[in-house]
């Protein structure tokens, strides 16, 4: 079996953990290593050997092997990987690796290695690319892989209680346990505050200044609201308010987003921004959607209607919600500043203003999304 070099070795599966731990995966740094140690033994461009490989090092529990299913197929071709007694059909693992010190170096070997640096998928390179510039192939890729993202948010304590082996301590079945036990102190219960998913609402930009950019970001809000369930909600934004909650219920992604795009009756027109968040908030805000809630707002800044009314409604989300994010995809643009009027107004009220232009930009926002504490 010929090795290939370590170094190519190391970044393709580093960069495969970092995908599977954007997912919520269990991918740590210890089972990379194993993970590393077993493809020494393996033939690391046989795909089915990678992926059993992965599998038994990098789940830590039953939970993990859905999980790692979307992420292997994702990151390495793009076909649903089907777990059970027989091994995946065998294809390409697209990475390209050096061959190892004293390999033959014959015309075929040359063939060979020409091939396979012809199919590099350059998913570690493409993390990095502006969506909007991207070809037809390789944005099915990102597709591919912002599916898999994980953007649930964090869960946050309840006013209720709940049973729980440590904690505050509960009198009412103490006492209750006591009188069972004949009068004997016996056994103190005790009791903890209960914890539920703090909602995330995602408000998409759909207007003419963001068409390159909003196919993307409604993907990732499609990846939110199936991480998230029914504590996730997505409008888009541009010249109507539209609830698009429901279409992202899909779960496959492409049927969802065709789905969005019936639903959507603004593609591509004006923006105004202040007009649509003041009615998100006299509509939905009563009810207690953004109250608590992260709130993302997925736009350009480029308003149209009045800003003082934008930055009124900013700062009327930032006293209900328990945190604003703010994706602009041109902030990744060199010399960036935020002097559009829509944006400066909205600046004050944001708690974290990042890009979401690309795919790692959008696992950046996961993170931002999932780090919420209560």
Same mark, same amino acid.
Request: overall charge positive; hydrophobic content about 40%.
């Given at each position: 079996?010929?090795?290939?070099?370590?170094?190519?070795?190391? &970044?393709?599966?580093?960069?495969?953990?970092?995908?599977?731990?954007?997912?919520? @995966?269990?991918?740590?740094?210890?089972?990379?290593?194993?993970?590393?140690?077993?493809?020494?033994?393996?033939?690391?461009?046989?795909? $089915?050997?990678?992926?059993?490989?992965?599998?038994?090092t990098l789940c830590a529990?039953?939970?993990?092997?859905?999980?790692?299913?979307?992420?292997?197929?994702?990151?390495?071709?793009?076909?649903?990987?089907?777990?059970?007694?027989?091994?995946?059909?065998?294809?390409?693992?697209? =990475?390209?690796?050096?061959?190892?010190? @004293?390999? #033959?170096?014959?015309?075929?070997?040359?063939?060979?290695?020409?091939?396979?640096?012809?199919?590099?998928? @350059?998913?570690?390179?493409?993390?990095?690319?502006?969506?909007?510039?991207?070809?037809?192939? &390789?944005?099915?890729?990102?597709?591919?892989?912002?599916?898999?993202?994980?953007?649930?948010?964090?869960?946050?304590? $309840?006013?209720?209680?709940?049973?729980?082996?440590?904690?505050?301590?509960?009198?009412?079945?103490?006492?209750?346990?006591?009188? =069972?036990?004949?009068? &004997?102190? #016996?056994?103190?219960?005790?009791?903890?505050?209960?914890?539920?998913?703090?909602?995330?609402?995602?408000?998409?930009?759909? $207007?003419?200044?963001?068409?390159?950019?909003?196919?993307?970001?409604?993907?990732?809000?499609?990846? %939110?609201?199936?991480?998230?369930?029914?504590?996730?909600?997505?409008? #888009?934004?541009?010249?109507?308010?539209?609830?698009?909650? =429901?279409?992202?219920?899909? =779960?496959?992604?492409?049927?969802?987003?065709?789905?969005?795009?019936?639903? /959507?009756?603004?593609?591509?027109?004006?923006?105004?921004?202040? &007009?649509?968040?003041?009615?998100?908030?006299?509509?939905?805000?009563?009810?207690?959607?953004?109250?608590?809630?992260?709130?993302? /707002? %997925?736009?350009?800044?480029?308003?149209?209607?009045? *800003? @003082?009314?934008?930055? *009124?409604?900013? %700062?009327?989300?930032?006293?209900?919600?328990?945190?604003?994010?703010?994706?602009?995809?041109?902030?990744?643009?060199?010399?960036?500043?935020?002097?559009?009027?829509?944006?400066?107004?909205?600046?004050?009220? /944001?708690?974290?203003?990042?890009s979401g232009h690309s795919?790692?930009?959008?696992?950046?926002?996961?993170?931002? /999304?999932?780090?919420?504490?209560?």
């Amino acid at each position: 079996m010929t090795v290939p070099g370590d170094r190519d070795l190391t &970044e393709t599966i580093v960069g495969f953990a970092r995908t599977l731990r954007a997912a919520g @995966g269990s991918a740590d740094p210890e089972r990379v290593q194993a993970m590393l140690r077993a493809l020494d033994h393996l033939d690391v461009l046989d795909r $089915s050997d990678v992926y059993w490989a992965g599998r038994l090092t990098l789940c830590a529990d039953p939970d993990d092997l859905p999980r790692y299913d979307r992420c292997f197929a994702a990151y390495f071709s793009g076909l649903t990987a089907r777990p059970g007694r027989r091994r995946p059909p065998p294809a390409v693992v697209r =990475r390209t690796f050096a061959a190892a010190p @004293g390999a #033959s170096g014959g015309g075929e070997d040359e063939e060979v290695r020409e091939a396979r640096a012809a199919m590099v998928s @350059g998913t570690e390179v493409l993390r990095h690319r502006d969506v909007a510039r991207l070809g037809p192939d &390789e944005r099915a890729q990102v597709d591919r892989l912002v599916a898999a993202l994980d953007a649930a948010a964090a869960r946050r304590r $309840s006013r209720r209680f709940a049973p729980a082996p440590r904690g505050r301590l509960d009198p009412g079945r103490t006492v209750r346990e006591t009188l =069972r036990r004949g009068g &004997e102190i #016996s056994l103190l219960r005790h009791r903890a505050h209960r914890t539920r998913p703090r909602r995330v609402v995602l408000l998409v930009d759909v $207007s003419g200044s963001m068409r390159p950019y909003a196919d993307t970001l409604l993907r990732f809000a499609h990846a %939110a609201a199936r991480s998230g369930g029914r504590d996730t909600e997505v409008f #888009s934004v541009g010249t109507r308010l539209t609830r698009l909650t =429901r279409e992202l219920r899909h =779960r496959d992604p492409d049927a969802a987003m065709a789905a969005v795009s019936e639903a /959507i009756p603004d593609w591509s027109g004006g923006t105004r921004l202040g &007009e649509e968040l003041k009615e998100f908030l006299d509509r939905f805000g009563q009810r207690g959607m953004a109250r608590g809630a992260v709130v993302v /707002i %997925a736009s350009d800044g480029w308003e149209r209607g009045d *800003a @003082g009314l934008l930055g *009124a409604q900013m %700062a009327r989300l930032h006293r209900l919600a328990y945190r604003v994010v703010w994706a602009n995809p041109h902030k990744a643009r060199p010399g960036y500043e935020p002097l559009t009027a829509g944006m400066a107004a909205a600046l004050p009220h /944001i708690d974290d203003f990042t890009s979401g232009h690309s795919l790692d930009a959008l696992e950046h926002l996961a993170r931002l /999304i999932g780090g919420s504490r209560a």
